[in-house]
């Protein structure tokens, strides 16, 4: 199996920073694309960010500019780091990874519990 953890949200100030980290791990071979998507109450999850095994970003255009999207392959873990947040950057943030596990020949994804990053105004 392969379990995702996510870590790093909270309450800030619009204007601040928060940095969110996401660890993969279990019987994983390899890992294409991770990424953060993010759900606020009543409206449907958008993917945020995301990022290739070679570093290849994409970002949604409200976070051009102020999110950065990076990963450590050897650690498996991506991180999101959120600059000049808003209120409308209050959500719940889910980290999700591409893996091929040992002894498959089938990618999956999976997903992180999620964690709420809340922007006061």
């Known amino acids: 199996q392969v379990q995702l953890v996510e870590s790093g949200g909270g309450l800030v100030q619009a204007g601040g920073s928060l940095r969110v980290s996401c660890v993969a791990s279990?019987?994983?071979?390899?890992?294409?694309?991770m990424g953060w998507y993010r759900q606020a109450p009543g409206k449907q999850r958008e993917l945020v960010a995301s990022?290739?095994?070679?570093?290849?970003?994409n970002y949604a255009d409200s976070v051009k500019g102020r999110f950065t999207i990076s990963r450590d392959n050897a650690k498996s873990t991506v991180y999101l780091q959120m600059n000049s947040l808003k209120p409308d950057d209050t959500a719940v943030y889910y980290c999700?990874?591409?893996?091929?596990?040992?002894?498959?020949?089938?990618?999956?994804?999976?997903w992180g519990q999620g964690t709420q990053v809340t922007v006061s105004s």
């Open positions: 990022i290739s095994s070679v570093g290849i970003t």
């Open positions: 999700y990874a591409d893996v091929l596990m040992f002894g498959s020949s089938r990618w999956n994804d999976y």
């Open positions: 279990g019987s994983i071979f390899s890992i294409n694309s």
